[in-house]
């Protein structure tokens, strides 16, 4: 059974560049997170959606920073214009309705210039 | 209010001893205190959890103590083997919030042979 796959592993973009990063959940699962992790501030949530429809994007950094999720089966984050100050590992998480734990895909170590 | 507090920061453990980490919180609208293991260049991963309503949780050689009086769980890992050397978050979550964690800042196991 697959996991929640992410893509790229790994991206190195110079700043002012647009990144997008890629996530595909855990088939049948309801809710979708990003996650951002760092030294300094650790794993924070920045966005979550159930069914597709954004809940709570308060953990948004700012303006720079968008989410989708067009379908049950693939969601976006993107960067636009990148800044050195996000770089950081990116996770994507999947979990089913109810309360269930959440399914962590590899994370996105992404690195601007 | 949000906080969860992990301590220590690192820990260094001998092949067969137990490592205990520990983590506290503020919010008492918290209700599920999960666990995660991660390993270099992986998600986390979620390791044992447990509910309020118990104040102990064992699974293996792993073993959650929840104290909700003093607002204290901690992880203990019996038996601890190189392998299991990895970062241990601890998190919470208000199960009205949809599962939203907050995670501890983590703890760096290191088993030695």
């Known amino acids: 059974d697959a996991g929640v796959i992410q893509s790229p592993r790994h991206e190195v973009t110079e700043m002012g560049q647009e990144v997008t990063l890629r996530c595909k959940p855990i088939?049948?699962?309801?809710?979708l997170f990003w996650y951002r992790q760092t030294m300094m501030r650790g794993l924070e949530l920045l966005i979550y959606f159930n069914n597709n429809v954004p809940i709570d994007d308060s953990g948004m950094p700012e303006d720079r920073f968008s989410a989708k999720m067009p379908n049950a089966s693939f969601s976006t984050l993107k960067i636009q214009p990148s800044e050195p100050r996000d770089s950081a590992v990116y996770f994507c998480a999947s979990s089913p309705a109810g309360f269930q734990p959440q399914h962590f895909g590899d994370g996105t170590r992404l690195s601007i210039l | 209010q949000q906080q969860v507090k992990q301590s220590p920061q690192s820990l260094i453990v001998q092949k067969g001893g137990i490592s205990i980490i520990n983590c506290a919180y503020e919010?008492?609208?918290?209700?599920?205190f999960p666990w995660y293991q991660q390993f270099p260049g992986k998600g986390p991963a979620l390791l044992i959890a447990i509910r309020p309503d118990v104040s102990e949780k064992k699974e293996g050689r792993f073993t959650i103590s929840f104290n909700k009086s003093a607002k204290q769980f901690s992880l203990h890992i019996m038996d601890s083997q190189p392998g299991d050397s990895a970062t241990y978050f601890c998190a919470a979550s208000n199960s009205g919030s949809a599962r939203q964690l907050t995670f501890g800042s983590g703890t760096q196991l290191t088993v030695l042979p």
């Open positions: 919010n008492t609208a918290f209700d599920y």
């Open positions: 088939s049948g699962h309801d809710y």
